[in-house]
């Protein structure tokens, strides 16, 4: 017998626009035009039904292509709730304290130029855990769609195949309605080394959507200081854009969480 109270759940989907369906029903009127799949124009004769993509199919499809899987199923579970605050240096209160006010404030200035928030400095202190669950947030919350763009990962795929989809890939970079950079010119064994081609892609996205207004969420492990001497253009206009939500964490190993624990075992 199902007699238990039934609890009625908001339904989770992913993308809230097509239920995570890949796409949805459109009406069209008779003399409305309609796109054959030959590419070219006609008018409807009769009022008709189209299957319209979603925005969400072509983000997934680059998300698929871009995140290594552990990243995947990670990403879901980080939120602000399951970020911890307890015994931290006070600089890490005060990002999620930060992360939290942009989240709140999204709403308000997404269409203005400061319209994002950049996490610097000390790595392994939870930068990517609160811009993963900011975007969480947008994209489950706000319907907003959200690119993740690993650094490293990221790059390599658009070298990949001798540059094959790098266009299509910077041009979702440049249209999505948010752009998480994770690890923004993360440096390969202590060392930075940006190529010029990757200032140049990196430039190009941001500058475009710095020109636009479309909001970014940064996370780099290099100071301000670093980053103007990589590309000052580039970083004067992250630097604009994330004005109000800059937290930048001082290099100190005991703001580390992942060597936390191997101190803590001393
Ligand atoms: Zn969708």
């Not at 007699?3 to 949805?24: F, H, I, L, W």
């Not at 780099?220 to 990589?230: G, N």
């Amino acid at each position: 017998m199902c007699s238990e109270t039934t609890v009625a759940e908001e339904p989770n989907y992913n993308c809230p626009k097509c239920k995570d369906e890949g796409g949805y029903l459109v009406r069209k009127k008779a003399g409305e035009t309609t796109l054959l799949q030959n590419g070219t124009e006609v008018i409807l004769q009769y009022d008709t039904e189209e299957w319209q993509q979603c925005e969400c199919a072509k983000i997934r499809q680059l998300n698929r292509l871009i995140k290594s899987s552990a990243i995947t199923e990670e990403f879901q579970k980080m939120s602000f709730k399951n970020f911890s605050t307890d015994d931290v240096h006070p600089k890490v209160v005060e990002m999620k304290s930060k992360a939290n006010q942009y989240y709140a404030a999204f709403d308000e200035i997404r269409g203005f130029r400061q319209n994002s928030i950049m996490l610097i400095g000390q790595p392994g202190c939870g930068k990517t855990h609160l811009l993963t669950a900011i975007s969480n947030y947008l994209m489950h919350a706000k319907q907003v769609q959200v690119l993740y763009f690993p650094y490293k990962d990221g790059m390599n795929n658009i070298a990949s195949n001798n540059f094959e989809r790098k266009n299509e890939i910077m041009d979702r970079m440049k249209e999505v309605e948010v752009l998480f950079i994770d690890d923004l010119f993360k440096p390969i064994g202590g060392k930075v080394d940006v190529k010029p081609w990757q200032t140049e892609v990196i430039f190009e996205v941001v500058n475009y959507r710095y020109l636009n207004n479309k909001p970014l969420l940064i996370s780099s492990e290099l100071s301000l200081d670093d980053m103007l001497y990589i590309d000052e253009a580039l970083t004067s206009r992250l630097f604009e854009m994330a004005q109000d939500f800059t937290v930048t964490i001082p290099k100190d190993m005991k703001v580390n969480y992942r060597l936390r624990k191997v101190f803590e075992h001393r």
